[in-house]
Structures are given as C-alpha cells and as structure tokens.
C-alpha cells in the first residue's frame, strides 16, 4: 500500500460533491483497476460503490464510513435521497417469500425493508435477520446445492466453503430446472446485499479465491 496515493484518493473519495457529480480523476479508477494493492480495503470498497451503483448509494455508503459528514452545515446538501422497499413477510416458508421478494424488486433501485408478519418490529434490525435467515435456509441440506463432507442432518457445513454440488448426467430436467433457479435467486439475493450494504452468512469458495488475490 502506498500511503500518500491512498491518502490523496481518499480526500476525492471522501468529497460529497465529487460523490454526486460523479466527477473521479481518470487516474484514480486506472490505479484502483491495475494496482489495486496500493489502496486499502475501504477505499476500494468506497471506490466501488461509487462507480458501480446510483450516486445517492454511493453518497449513503460515504456518510456511513464518515459520520461526521452528516453533522456538518452542509447536511442538506450532502443528504443521500434513497427509495425504501418495505416487504411484509411471514417467517413460515421464509425461503419462497424471498424468492418472490427478489423478483419483485429485481429492477428496483430502492433500498429493501423488511417486517414480520404479526411482529411490530421493522428497520434494519429484522432487514438484517432476514438475510441471515435466508442465507441459513440456503445451507439445507434438502435443497441439495451444495458439495460438503460435513453435515449436521439439516445443514451443510465446510470448512473451505461452499461448493455447487456437481450434477448428474442421469439428473431429470425438473431437478436441474430447481437448482439452475436456486443459483440464479441466490446471484439476485447477494447482489441486493452488496447494493444495500447488508450482510450475508452465505460462506462460498468464492471468497477463499478472491481473499487470496
């Protein structure tokens, strides 16, 4: 890491109006893309949600990491303007609801909210049991999506992470059909929780691949 480079990123990257005008240097998204080492993680992190989703997101994710931004005279102008999604869902049959939930918003910008039927609770408390329910649900060994040696009888467990269970050659068209649709809601379901900064339980040998690089 290179601590002047970082530090003079993280002054554009740490600019509401450079934020919302979307006007970053060349030179820092060609560093960030060649040598991405000589940044550290939440300048990355920071950078990539300011040039992959909507200003008003990337404008929230900065007043996260910097407070202090939100108690300045300038409040008003650097005050994020996000859409909210609320979704009531009944805690039965979790996994189909989020499936239908997904789907809904598939296209949506809005930032997900979740409420339990008959609970009066809502915010980001339950929105983030949610992802950790439906990531929980995703382990089940019943769903059969999952290659591991190891398995408590209800959930899979693996030490290096998840792996997709290979499939039959012999596998009917129905079961292939059930976990090509499996896949493709858990891709919807952890791309909402990158773009609305929420946390997933959903250990996959993807992330022992991207940490070592």
Known sequence: MNSKIAAKASRQL????????????????????????????????????????????????????????????????????????????????????????????ATSKALLEVQYENEVGTGLGPTLEFYALVSRELQKTNLELWNSSQSDGEYVHNPVGLFPIPVSRSAKVNQITRIKSKFRFLGKFMAKAVMDSRMHSIAGCWDRNTASH
């Open 14 to 105: 740490q600019d509401p109006l450079v934020i919302m005008t979307g006007n970053l240097p060349n030179w820092l998204q060609q560093i960030a893309s060649v040598c991405p080492f000589l940044f550290p993680f939440e300048t990355r992190q920071l950078l990539f949600y300011a040039t992959s989703f909507d200003r008003d997101r990337a404008l929230q994710r900065l007043l996260d990491m910097s407070p202090e931004l939100s108690s300045s005279d300038s409040q008003e102008r650097v005050t994020p303007r996000l859409d909210r999604r609320k979704r009531t869902i009944s805690r039965e049959d979790i996994l189909k609801q989020a499936e239908q939930v997904m789907q809904d918003l």
